[in-house]
C-alpha cells in the first residue's frame, strides 16, 4: 500500500503562485507514476499533470501547460506542483495520485490506484 498526503493548499489571489506538496508513505518502490488532479465544485475531476518516478518524464494538461510545473525529489518521497498566475478557474480540490504500471494513458484516473484526501486551492479575482 502507499499513502498519500497532500500540502500547500489555501486562499490565494489571482495571478499568484502557490506549491503544493504530496508527500508519499509506504512502499513507495512500487510507485511508477505520480500524477495530480483537481475537482471544481460541481464539475468532475480532471488530469492535471503527471511525472515518471524514475526518468522525471512529464505530462501536462493543455489547460494549465506554461502556468503549472511538476517535479519530483525521491529522496524525499515527495512530488510537488508548482503553479503560477493562478486564475480563479483553478479553484478546486488538487488530488496526488500514484500509479505502479497500470496501461492507461497518464490523464486517464484508472491507471492511479491510490488516491490522497486532497487540499482546497481557492483564487479570488
Known amino acids: 500500500q502507499v499513502q498519500l498526503v497532500e500540502s500547500g493548499g489555501g486562499l490565494v489571489q489571482a495571478g499568484d503562485s502557490l506549491t503544493l506538496s504530496c508527500a508519499a508513505s509506504?512502499?513507495?518502490?512500487?510507485?511508477?507514476?505520480m500524477g495530480w488532479f483537481r475537482q471544481a465544485p460541481g464539475k468532475e475531476r480532471e488530469f492535471v499533470a503527471a511525472?515518471?518516478?524514475?526518468?522525471?518524464?512529464?505530462n501536462y494538461a493543455d489547460s494549465v501547460k506554461g502556468r503549472v510545473t511538476i517535479s519530483r525529489d525521491n529522496a524525499k518521497n515527495t512530488v510537488y506542483l508548482q503553479m503560477n498566475r493562478l486564475k480563479p478557474e483553478d479553484t478546486a480540490v488538487y488530488y496526488c495520485?500514484?500509479?505502479?504500471?497500470?496501461?492507461?494513458?497518464?490523464?486517464?484516473?484508472?491507471?492511479?490506484?491510490?488516491w490522497g484526501q486532497g487540499t482546497q486551492v481557492t483564487v479570488s479575482s
Open positions: 495520485a500514484a500509479d505502479r504500471s497500470r496501461s492507461y494513458s497518464f490523464s486517464s484516473q484508472r491507471k492511479y490506484e491510490y
Open positions: 509506504g512502499r513507495t518502490a512500487i510507485i511508477d507514476v
Open positions: 511525472i515518471s518516478w524514475s526518468g522525471g518524464s512529464t
